[in-house]
């Protein structure tokens, strides 16, 4: 039916799987303390960090890798793994992009990145990681005039020791779950944003996240806190090289919402999904999770996932505040070998508390993609709304989708409404694109981008085509 | 301008068309008439490539071109046009976006630039004007929810949008009243030239006396048994297949 083959595309498939070949400098492999005494010192940290971080670490020993995913997981040996690595020479972030090694720059640019200010997307402002360090942040004074502080955790720590303190570890607990604690304890770089009360963030902020060197996991930090009546929009992008080995993503995000409040956080998840027969590939084990603390507060969660070769995250809101509302919109994903289990929490604890989800999973080859969630209405939760929608679309008949929703309701005062639906793209859609002249993968991407739509309309702008593209890019090779 | 030979097509494993043989010219309206299950759909469907509408022999050439070797999306862009029975809905994409990316297709294999798109927009209201389209009904997914009525003005107006050169409309009248038929009817003869040709597949005389063909073939267990002019359609109105 149509002569696209496999080979026409599974060279340009993955456009960033590129190394940058630049002298890395990494500690010793393994887990323990002496490994968490050496980051906490790479990263210039107080004492009361260290000890958050080694406290973080007695716990761990204690606990095992969380097995409730549907997912198969080779057995990862923590010991055989590099924490912390950094491009050569790396004393100190440097003050200004002239500082910067060349070749991080061109890193950058090849991925569409630009950080050059004159260069750089209009209004928005990035902090660029790098394995483990933040290589570059743009905007960081113009943001600090209004009182925005956008900056790597690590500095973060050093520069406003009160905010960190005050609020790390207060949406996830250390002891959440194995791989929250362990980012607890080796945590290396991340974004840290603090918006003050009353400012409308006029930038978006993102964070590209980038891991190069091998046998390193990236253990990502992020924090953002948005003070009473204020605004932010935040992105984030990752891309990792191919490489026939696994790699480890293992990210904390907490986002701290407080009254009037509102966050969005948008993901574009590209990271390397391995190859066509399902070798190598990330596994990108993450826990984000959104505090709406104040009243009127808002979290808004919008996930574009298309890498990995195994997502496992929930990204989650807890509505504390009364009349909070949390969103968790997603696409998610999988062709070929991937894994998917993703969906996300809602935990309705006061009043008058909405929630909203829509996602849309989307499996190809021999894949796999579950949605896994949760919507629970404590017993103050009076008058609370939820409003859920799943649907799968199915490519070829080999790949798998499984809906796994629960919910617990302790208020008899609230109402929860469920949606779902699974489809197959049809031969007959696919045909009648192409009696119009679009080729089998036109034709498809045209369908599946319809069937996410409503999604992809949730992104900042300057995304939202780059994710329609990625829609595509991710499915090719899927049709025929 | 097309030429079907010795034709034999078989739909899951039975044979539907026998020894087809049709010759259409260049500016010429053919109708194609017959029973139910004489094989009228299927010598649409498989001049347009869907699959599973396996040729077992025979030949047919395209403006002298091998048909029957090219991908579905190549027909379309070779010029054949097939105006579908039943229009298919595309949940999620609007028709505008829909319509605009068709007609991309069809530039960049004439290797013109994308449409811009003020051209664009003009271009549609145009078009669905002649088809009384309203405007509102581009914003809406394609073909999902429209009536029976504004799926085959959808499908004329595409028709409109390629310029193809080989038109093949399957009961195209099905499912319009009589206002809707001429409206399409009008529209559809506005497409007739000298360089493009029809195929007409239909059950009824009515769409015929709006658009008048130049021959009429009558359809009988997959291969034509009479050949005629207008007349024949009327003939058969009066008197039935047998």
Known sequence: MNKVSKDNFTQEKYKYGFVTEIESEKIPKGLNEDVIKLISKKK??????????????????????????????????????????????????????????????????KLGIPLKEQKVLAGVAVDAVFDSVSVATTFKEKLNEIGVIFCPISEAIQKHPE?????IGSVIPVTDHFYATLNSAVFSDGSFVYIPKGVKCPMEL?????????????????????????????????????????????????????????????????????DENGKGGIYNFVTKRGLCKGKNSKISWTQIETGSAITWKYPSC?????????????????????????????????????????????????????????????????????????????????CKANTIPLTENSSNSSSIEHEATTSKISDEQLFYCMQRGLDA???????????????????????????????????????? | MLEIKNLNVTVEEKQILKNLNLNIGKGEVHAIMGPNG??????????????????????????????????????????????????????????????????????????????????????????????????????????????????????????????????????????????ALKTTADAINKLRNDERSFIIITHYLRLLEYIEPDYVHVFQNGSVIETGDKTLASRIDQEGYS
């Not at chain 1, 890798?65 to 590099?82: C, G, N, R, S």
């Not at chain 1, 859920?388 to 199915?394: A, E, F, I, N, R």
């Not at chain 2, 530039?107 to 088809?131: M, N």
């Open chain 1, 163 to 167: 905010l960190v303190k005050k609020y």
């Open chain 1, 318 to 398: 807890i509505l504390r505040g009364d009349n909070s509302t949390g969103e968790f919109y997603s696409v998610a994903i999988t062709n070929n070998y991937q894994q998917a289990d993703t969906g996300t929490k809602m935990i309705h604890l006061g009043k008058n508390t909405k929630s909203r989800i829509i996602s849309k999973g989307i499996s190809a080859g021999k894949s796999s993609n579950t949605y896994r969630g949760l919507v629970s209405f404590h017993k103050k939760a009076k008058n609370a709304k939820n409003f859920t929608q799943c649907d799968s679309l199915l490519v070829g008949s080999e």
């Open chain 2, 38 to 179: 004489s094989g009228k759909s299927t010598i649409a469907h498989t001049l347009a490539g869907k699959p599973n509408y396996n040729v077992e022999s025979g030949a047919v050439n395209l403006n002298g071109e091998d048909l029957l070797s090219k991908d579905p999306y190549e027909r379309s862009l070779n010029g054949l046009f097939l105006a579908f029975q039943y229009p298919i809905e595309l949940p999620g994409v609007t028709n505008a976006s829909y319509l605009k990316q068709i007609v991309n297709a069809h530039r960049k294999s004439r290797k013109e630039t994308p449409i811009d798109a003020g051209e664009f927009l003009k271009i549609l209201k145009e078009k669905s004007k002649l088809l009384d389209i309203p405007m509102d009904m581009h914003s809406r997914f394609v073909n999902a929810g429209f009536s029976g009525g504004e799926k085959k003005k959808n499908e004329v107006l595409q028709m409109d949008l390629l310029n193809p050169s080989l038109i093949i409309m399957d009961e195209t009248d099905s499912g319009l009243d009589v206002d």
């Open chain 1, 44 to 109: 210039n940290e107080p004492e009361w960090m260290l000890e958050w971080r080694l406290s973080a670490f007695k716990r761990l020993e204690n606990m095992s890798v969380p097995k409730w995913a549907k997912a198969e997981i080779d057995e990862i040996d923590f010991q055989d793994l590099y924490y912390y690595s950094s491009p050569k020479d790396f004393k100190e972030k440097p003050k200004s992009l002239d500082e910067v090694d060349p070749k991080l720059l061109e890193t950058y640019e």
């Open chain 1, 441 to 480: 993968e036109e034709a498809q991407s045209l369908i599946v981008n319809g069937f996410c739509k409503e999604v992809l309309q949730k992104l900042p702008m300057e995304f939202a085509v780059e994710a329609q593209k990625l829609v595509s890019i991710s499915l090719e090779g899927s049709v025929g």
């Open chain 1, 206 to 274: 993102s964070t590209y996240f980038r891991i190069n060197a091998s046998e390193t996991g990236q253990f990502e930090r992020t924090l953002i806190i948005a003070d009473e009546g204020s605004y932010v929009s935040y992105l984030e992008g990752c891309t990792a090289p191919m490489r026939d080995e696994n790699q480890l993503h293992a990210a904390n995000v907490e986002l701290v919402a407080l009254d009037d409040a509102e966050i969005k956080y948008s993901t574009v998840q590209n990271w390397y999904p391995g």
